[in-house]
C-alpha cells in the first residue's frame, strides 16, 4: 500500500534520514520505533510532504507522492495524527471533527460525525465542550476522530501515548486495535515499544535515520538488541 | 450549529439592507437640512474609509492570525490606481467612480498576490517586516517613478492634483456595507472556516488536509482588495494626492483601529473606526492636549480590555431581541 524507497531527508546541513526503504502492506499495522532523534517523525512528515526526499520515492498505492502537495496527500486517504495532538483548542469537538471532513462532501459529513461519535462514546459526551478543555486523553481520541473523519485508507499516527497516564496509554492502543480491525491500515510511530510492538504486525527499529532491525512484532520483542535498547532488559 | 429556528438567509440579508439604506437616508436627510455640516460630513467620510480599511486589515490579523503592515502601500496603490483613471476617463466621474474604485481594489488586490506569495512563508514579527518594507518601496517607486521613467504618471512628490472629488457620505458608506458584507460572507463559507483553521494551529489545519498557501494567499489578497477599495476612496475624498500621505505611520493608525477594537472581531473594528476618528475631532478644543488625551485613551482601554473593545467577539440583533423580549441569555458557546 504505501511504499518507502530509499529516501534522504535533510534538514539544512543535517542528515537526518539515511537510505531508508520500509513498506506498508494493505490491513497491516506497522509501527517505527527508535529513541529520540532516530527520524521516526521526520519519516512521516516526509510522508505526508511537510519534507521532501532528496533522493527515492514514496509510492501510496501504486501513486508517487515525492513531490505532491500535503493537502493533496490528505484527499487521497493519507491522512497524519499530528505529535502533540494538535487541536484547533478555540473550536468545540464537534466543529473540529467537521474540520477534519474538509477534504469530504459536505451531505456525507453528519453520518461520519455519528460513526466518530459512536466509536467514541467519551467525544459524544462532550460535543460541544471547547477542546482546549479536554483531558490528553480525551484530546488524543478527538485528534484520532479528526483523523477517521476523512475515511483515510492509511493512518499515521505520531506518539499517540505522549504524556499520557499508563491506562490511557491503554485505552489509546486499544483504540489503535479497534481502528485496524473497521479497516484502516495504520502507520504508528512511538517511544513505547513494548506497547507498540504488542499491537504491530511488523516493526522497524530506527537509529539515527536508519533501520538497524526489522521483522514481525514477536520477532522484535523478543531480539536481545530491541530488549536491551528499548524494553529495559 | 444553532437549533433555534432561524429567519431565511435572503429575508435576514434583507432586513439588515433595509435598516442599513433608513441610516443612509437619515444621514443625507441630516446633511441636506445642514444639521450636520460641511465639517462633521467629512469626518464622516473618513470614518467609513477607515472602517474599510480596518475590516480588512482585520482580515489579514484577526481571521489569518498574521501581522501584515502594509496597509499604506495597499492603499496608495488604490488610490493613485483610481486617481489616474478618473483623471485620464472624459466621462461623467460620478458615474464612472465605481469602476475607479472596483480598480484600485484589482490592482491593489493584484499587488497582495506578487507581495504575499512570498512574504506569506514567513510568519509573526518577520511577515510585519517585510510588509512594512514593501509599503515603503510602493511609496519611493510612487514618489519616482516619473523621473527615472520619463512619465507623467504620479507627479512625485509635487501632488497628484485634480482628482475627481467624487467620494460622497453616501457612497463612502455604501462600500462600508459592501466590504462587510463580502468579507462576512467569505469568513462564513467553507473558505473562512479554512481560514480560521489556520489561526487556530496551522499544524492541524494542515493535517485536515488544507492548503495553507492558497488561503493564506486569499485572505492577503481579500485584505489588499478593499484597502485598496479605502484608497480609491480616500483619493476621491482628497482630490489631491502626495506620496508622503501613505508613510508607515498610517498603516500603524490602521492596525490601531483594529486592536482596540478587539482582533477577530468585524463590528469591534467598525466601532473602533468610528471612536478613534471621531474622538480626535471633539479633543480639537484641548488643541494642545489633544494628542497625550488620545493616547492615554488608548493606553487605558488596552489595560482595562486587553482583548480589544468586542474580543474576537461580534454583535448580533438576536441578544438585544432576547433582552427585550425577556428571553434568557444563552449560555456562551466559545
Known amino acids: 500500500m504505501l511504499k518507502v524507497d530509499n529516501i534522504n531527508v535533510y534538514y539544512d546541513n543535517i542528515h537526518a534520514i539515511k537510505n531508508l526503504s520500509f513498506e506498508v502492506m494493505d490491513g497491516e499495522i506497522v509501527t517505527l520505533i527508535g529513541a529520540n532523534g532516530a527520524g521516526k517523525s521526520t519519516t512521516l512528515k516526509t510522508i505526508s510532504g511537510l519534507l521532501r526526499t532528496k533522493t527515492g520515492g514514496i509510492q501510496f498505492m501504486g501513486e508517487e507522492l515525492k513531490s505532491t502537495a500535503p493537502h493533496k496527500i490528505v484527499a487521497k486517504g493519507l491522512v497524519q495524527v499530528p505529535e502533540g495532538r494538535r487541536m484547533f483548542q478555540n473550536l468545540t469537538v464537534e466543529e473540529n471533527l467537521e474540520m477534519g471532513a474538509f477534504t469530504m462532501p459536505p451531505n456525507e459529513i453528519p453520518d461520519l460525525k455519528d460513526d466518530i461519535f459512536r466509536r467514541f462514546p467519551r467525544l459524544s459526551e462532550r460535543r460541544k465542550q471547547v477542546a482546549g478543555t479536554l483531558s490528553g486523553g480525551e484530546q488524543q481520541m478527538l485528534a484520532m476522530g479528526r483523523a477517521l473523519m476523512s475515511r483515510p485508507k492509511l493512518l499515521m499516527l505520531d506518539e499517540p501515548s505522549m504524556g499520557l497516564a499508563p491506562l490511557l496509554v491503554d485505552q489509546v492502543f486499544g483504540i489503535i486495535a479497534e481502528m485496524h480491525s473497521s479497516g484502516v491500515t495504520i502507520l504508528l510511530v512511538e517511544q513505547n515499544a513494548s506497547m507498540a510492538l504488542a499491537v504491530a504486525d511488523r516493526g522497524y527499529v530506527l537509529e539515527t535515520g536508519k533501520i538497524v532491525l526489522s521483522g514481525s512484532g514477536k520477532e522484535l520483542r523478543e531480539s536481545d538488541q530491541v530488549k536491551k535498547a528499548y524494553l529495559g532488559g | ?334
Not at chain 2, 436627510?29 to 477607515?50: D, E, F, P, R, S
Not at chain 2, 489616474?84 to 497582495?112: A, E, N, Q, T
Request: charged fraction near 15%; charge should be positive.
Open chain 2, 1 to 334: 450549529m444553532k437549533t433555534r429556528k432561524n429567519l431565511p438567509l435572503i429575508v435576514k440579508y434583507l432586513i439588515v439592507a433595509a435598516v442599513y439604506a433608513l441610516f443612509l437616508l437619515a444621514g443625507n436627510l441630516l446633511i441636506k437640512n445642514k444639521v450636520i455640516g460641511l465639517y462633521y460630513t467629512k469626518v464622516l467620510m473618513v470614518v467609513a474609509i477607515n472602517m474599510i480599511l480596518a475590516v480588512s486589515l482585520n482580515i489579514g490579523t484577526g481571521y489569518l492570525g498574521q501581522l501584515p503592515l502594509g496597509s499604506a502601500g495597499f492603499m496608495a496603490v488604490g488610490a493613485y490606481a483610481s486617481a489616474i483613471f478618473m483623471r485620464k476617463v472624459p466621462i461623467d466621474p460620478k458615474l464612472i467612480f465605481p469602476v475607479g474604485i472596483i480598480l484600485g481594489g484589482l490592482v491593489s488586490g493584484l499587488f497582495g498576490l506578487i507581495i504575499g506569495l512570498p512574504a506569506l512563508r514567513l510568519k509573526g514579527d518577520y511577515l510585519a517586516i517585510i510588509t512594512l518594507g514593501f509599503a515603503e518601496i510602493i511609496r519611493i517607486v510612487i514618489l519616482n517613478i516619473d523621473k527615472a521613467l520619463g512619465i507623467t504618471l504620479t507627479y512625485g512628490a509635487a501632488n497628484l492634483k485634480n482628482i475627481p472629488k467624487t467620494t460622497t457620505f453616501t457612497n463612502a458608506f455604501i462600500w462600508v456595507f459592501i466590504a462587510c458584507f463580502l468579507i462576512k460572507a467569505m469568513m462564513n463559507s467553507r473558505h473562512g472556516r479554512a481560514i480560521l483553521s489556520i489561526r487556530d494551529n496551522e499544524i492541524a489545519a494542515e493535517s485536515c488536509g488544507i492548503n495553507l498557501t492558497f488561503y493564506k494567499t486569499m485572505a492577503f489578497v481579500v485584505y489588499a482588495f478593499f484597502t485598496g477599495v479605502g484608497g480609491a476612496l480616500y483619493a476621491g475624498y482628497l482630490g489631491i494626492l502626495n506620496p508622503s500621505g501613505f508613510g508607515f505611520a498610517k498603516s500603524i493608525d490602521i492596525l490601531v483601529i483594529v486592536v482596540l477594537g478587539g482582533m477577530g472581531s468585524m463590528t469591534g473594528s467598525v466601532i473602533s473606526s468610528a471612536v478613534l476618528t471621531i474622538v480626535p475631532e471633539l479633543l480639537r478644543a484641548f488643541s494642545d492636549y489633544r494628542m497625550i488625551v488620545y493616547s492615554l485613551l488608548l493606553i487605558i482601554v488596552m489595560i482595562f480590555r486587553p482583548t480589544g473593545l468586542m474580543g474576537t467577539k461580534e454583535f448580533n440583533p438576536r441578544g438585544i431581541m432576547d433582552f427585550f423580549m425577556g428571553r434568557k441569555k444563552r449560555k456562551e458557546e466559545r
